[in-house]
């Protein structure tokens, strides 16, 4: 889930403010027109200041004096890898495990159900957490199923977790999470999928094979098909401007099964006219069934 935050400012980054790197607005629009260009997210002036003081920090890496520098660097042929960094730096993955949990509850009482009343021969369940961050919400997706389907050990089932963010997408591989990190689960699921990891918790390793952990810009080429049973895209289209966010929609909807099932963020919401996505629920939506 990419959340940008701007709660902590740095002085106002004009070149004559005094600030440690020089930075101006044409350097600023560069960058939210990179960050635009190549994820969708959009950068409006009003980030300025979080977008300096997000990239100080790999400025002094860099031993650059000034984000012109920076600027030159990403123009340059070392840019395309310089990138990742950037996309790491200037989104702020805010999440934990079970957020907006009447979703957790729909997962429950309504999908699992029906999932495993149509996929009672096939036993093939697949659901994608777009936007991922460190893990919790496609763990806190692997609970809900592990508790839900008894012999889930005899099903195909797959959850496929995404990110921008490679160092999230590391700690959601790894699977190991602070006490802090895991108050919102609940002693009876801590006990049931968590070890003692020293002073932290690691998720089971039952839990941990249901999911792939993989790198993926959204608005590039998706190497998977589909198709899947849900989706969980929370709290990542409010960044993007309107004609992203109505393609990503269709993108999305295309890779999900008829009947199947759509989950956004608390402040979001999909009403274009026309999409063949219902509500079905608190932020919540479903693929029409007359749908192929």
């Given at each position: 889930m990419i959340d940008a935050v701007s709660h902590m400012t740095p002085p106002v980054c004009r070149p004559d403010a005094g600030?440690?790197?020089?930075?101006?607005?044409?350097?600023?629009?560069?960058?939210?027109?990179?960050?635009?260009a190549t994820t969708g997210i959009k950068?409006?002036?009003?980030?300025?200041?979080?977008?300096?003081?997000?990239?100080?920090?790999?400025?002094?890496?860099?031993?650059?004096?000034s984000f012109s520098a920076?600027?030159?660097?990403?123009?340059?042929?070392?840019?395309?890898e310089e990138m990742s960094h950037l996309f790491n730096a200037l989104t702020t993955?805010?999440?934990?495990?079970?957020?907006e949990p009447h979703h957790f509850d729909h997962l429950r009482d309504v999908v699992v159900p029906a999932l495993v009343a149509r996929a009672s021969r096939s036993r093939r369940i697949r659901i994608w957490s777009a936007g991922c961050s460190s893990g919790e919400e496609p763990y806190s997706i692997a609970m809900v199923l592990a508790e839900q389907i008894h012999d889930l050990d005899a099903w195909d089932a797959r959850i496929l977790a995404t990110d921008l963010d490679s160092h999230m997408l590391a700690t959601g591989a790894g699977g190991v999470y602070s006490l802090g990190a895991a108050v919102d689960i609940g002693g009876g699921r801590l006990n049931r999928h968590f070890v003692k990891a020293g002073v932290n918790l690691r998720v089971d390793e039952r839990l941990r094979r249901l999911i792939a952990f993989k790198r993926l810009n959204l608005v590039d080429p998706w190497p998977m098909k589909g198709p899947?049973?849900?989706?969980?895209?929370?709290?990542?289209?409010?960044?993007?401007?309107?004609?992203?966010?109505v393609?990503?929609?269709?993108r999305l909807s295309g890779l999900l099964s008829p009947g199947s099932w759509f989950y956004v963020g608390h402040s979001e919401s999909l009403l274009e006219p026309g999409s063949n996505l219902v509500p079905d629920g608190r932020t919540v939506y479903r693929k029409d069934m007359a749908c192929h």
């Open positions: 600030v440690e790197f020089p930075f101006r607005e044409k350097e600023f629009r560069f960058i939210a027109e990179l960050m635009h950068l409006n002036p009003s980030k300025m200041n979080m977008v300096y003081a997000r990239l100080v920090r790999r400025l002094r890496e860099l031993d650059l004096s920076y600027c030159n660097l990403l123009r340059g042929p070392d840019g395309q993955n805010l999440t934990r495990f079970f957020r899947f049973d849900a989706i969980f895209c929370r709290n990542v289209m409010i960044y993007f401007d309107a004609p992203t966010k393609g990503l929609v269709r």
